[in-house]
């Protein structure tokens, strides 16, 4: 397999970074995750604009264009002939000094690493838990996919401890803000519902695509905060993510969800939508 | 110089990790940093201590006893004749799958490397601001080093750009909690005060070496919660830190700090401490 690193394509066994890159010692750096179909990744204009935006805040500088790296990304995956599979594009400050202040000059690093679509790909439902870990309402970094993941790793682990497959994070303010991998949607009143980046929600490209899906079937949207207990009595949850789509959630906290045909019916056309993304030739 | 890396002595340049390494993929990992005075590791026991209390939260094994550790620190020292140094120790989960969820079996990563003291160690004096950036109130890793320090880094920046040399972080319930890269104290009602771990405030070692110089010298301490607005006014702010030691803050948000005889005398007998520190052999 090869890996993507700093302009050059190298056998995975030799992609490496040094010690001292600031990703590696502070979670300098930012990331994006997305699904590779039929050769192409899904959206992939839409999670480099993400990158790049948070890449402006962290005054981190890109050495390639948008464009530079989707072309990259495309001989990736046609030099590891993986049509099907998770791209990962991770973008660091590069190499630099121990201590927090940013170094005067930095050479950013950046990486692009092609994974198998997990078998998870094939579970249709989740069963979630609302974590005790808690993240910080009003974080500006809430915008940006920073390397700084612990508490999703957390959150995850505690939900599988649990017997879940998925936990859900809740705010310093109470609020629901998103699961550890994905974006939260719910039906109330007939609406589609999801959180407000305001709350602290990661700004997701498939939930982006599933309010586009909304607009296409006249399934009316609303941007809403709620506390867990809400969430518990809503119906037809599920959760959006790049690398699984749409993942309808039966258990909340080891209760029975309530019922909602809309989550299947967005399923489908976002399934279709991912099934249109033209081949790369 | 010579890295130590998962238990052999490497060339800096061969001093790598690979891009799957979780510690650069999500930050999983923690690190601690050390003053090394006469070729030895100020209070090393106590800094491997948090660690390992650290990676037991994390669930992460490490591959050595603080004991095998103190001694490879030892020769890491000894083969790159740094007597005065900064100590850097970071331990990750290691090599993983991307996801959230933590891999079934896992090789941490251990990294010993050696920087040299600071310039900054000869400034006397620093000039805080109160950083925008906010920290979760009651985090459970409020308590360890994690590698997830992208708030600092950007509140370190923030204090930069403001003309200042270092930012204090307040938390999400509005408290004080500690600078960037150090423990907060300060002089009020003849009692030296610090942050209570419970804001999420780093349990300190040099917050814990001048809590006991505090004893030794017979003046009374206390832990408490303050507000930006009530830290303005107080007296002989100072600043703790592995690297630097005790720094007195001399100006805060524009306005001059109080005086106080205090953060000197404390200072002294820090720096008596450390260079007490019995040299290695």
Same sequence: chains 1, 2.
């Avoid at 001292?20 to 930012?30: A, I, P």
């Avoid at 039906?187 to 909304?214: E, F, H, M, Q, S």
């Avoid at 969800?257 to 790369?280: F, Q």
Wanted: hydrophobic fraction near 40%.
């Amino acid at each position: 397999v090869l890996v993507f690193l700093n302009g050059r394509f190298v056998p995975a066994a030799r992609a490496v970074v040094p010690v001292n890159d600031r990703g590696f010692l502070y979670g300098d750096g930012l990331f994006e995750t997305m699904r590779v179909c039929g050769g192409r990744p899904f959206r992939l204009a839409q999670h480099l604009e993400r990158l790049m935006h948070g890449a402006d805040f962290l005054k981190i500088r890109c050495p390639f264009s948008p464009d530079r790296l989707g072309k990259y990304a495309g001989q990736l995956i046609q030099k590891n002939k993986m049509l099907e599979a998770v791209l990962r594009v991770t973008l660091t400050r590069g190499p630099g000094e121990r201590g927090y202040t940013l170094p005067e000059k930095s050479r950013p690093t950046i990486v692009m690493a092609l994974h198998p679509v997990p078998p998870a790909a094939g579970r249709t439902q989740w069963r979630l838990i609302t974590s005790s870990y808690r993240v910080p309402a009003a974080d500006p970094l809430s915008s940006f996919k920073t390397m700084n993941k612990l508490t999703h790793v957390l959150a995850r682990r505690e939900a599988v401890e649990q017997g879940a497959d998925e936990a859900l994070l809740v705010n310093t303010d109470g609020e629901v803000v998103e699961a550890a991998g994905g974006n939260l949607f719910w039906v109330a009143d007939g609406k589609i519902r999801t959180v407000p980046t305001a709350c602290g929600a990661l700004p997701g490209i498939t939930r982006a695509a599933v309010l586009d899906i909304c607009r296409t079937l006249g399934l009316p949207t609303g941007r809403c905060a709620i506390k867990p207990g809400a969430l518990r009595k809503a119906k037809g949850i599920f959760i959006t993510q790049s690398v699984l789509g749409i993942v309808p959630v039966t258990v909340l906290d080891g209760r029975p969800v309530g019922p909602s045909p809309l989550p299947d019916r967005i399923r489908r056309a976002y399934d279709e939508m991912l099934a249109k993304t033209p081949t790369r030739r």
